[in-house]
Nanobody
Framework: QVQLVESGGGLVQPGGSLRLSCTAS????????MGWFRQAPGKEREFVGA????????YYADSVKGRFTISRDNVKNTVYLQMNSLKPEDTAVYSC?????????????????WGQGTQVTVSS
C-alpha cells in the first residue's frame, strides 16, 4: 500500500512558476514509476508526465514539454513537478500517481495509487 500526498499548489500569474511535491508513505517508493496528471473542470484527466523508478527516464506531454520538469528523491520518498512559464490553460487539479505495471505510462488506468490532488490556478 502506498499513500500519496501532494502539496505546493496555488494561484500564480501567467508566466510564473510553481513546484509541486508528492510525498509517499512506505519503503517501496523507489520501485514505482511515478506520474503526474491533471484535470480541469469539465475535461478529462490528462497525462502531464512521468518518471521512471530510478529517475533515469522522464516523459512529458507535448503541451508541457520544455516548460515542466519532473524529478524525484528516493531518499525523501518524494517526486516533484517544476512548472515554469505557466499559462491559464494549465489551470487544473494536479495529481500524482504510482504504478509498477506494464502499459502506456500516459494511461491513468495502469496506475495503482493516487494522491488527492492539489489545485493550480494560473490567472492575472
Amino acid at each position: 500500500q502506498v499513500q500519496l500526498v501532494e502539496s505546493g499548489g496555488g494561484l500564480v500569474q501567467p508566466g510564473g512558476s510553481l513546484r509541486l511535491s508528492c510525498t509517499a508513505s512506505g519503503r517501496t517508493f523507489s520501485t514505482y514509476t511515478m506520474g503526474w496528471f491533471r484535470q480541469a473542470p469539465g475535461k478529462e484527466r490528462e497525462f502531464v508526465g512521468a518518471i521512471s523508478y530510478s529517475g533515469a527516464r522522464t516523459y512529458y506531454a507535448d503541451s508541457v514539454k520544455g516548460r515542466f520538469t519532473i524529478s524525484r528523491d528516493n531518499v525523501k520518498n518524494t517526486v516533484y513537478l517544476q512548472m515554469n512559464s505557466l499559462k491559464p490553460e494549465d489551470t487544473a487539479v494536479y495529481s500524482c500517481a504510482a504504478q509498477k505495471n506494464i502499459g502506456s505510462i500516459s494511461n491513468p488506468g495502469i496506475y495503482d495509487y493516487w494522491g488527492q490532488g492539489t489545485q493550480v490556478t494560473v490567472s492575472s
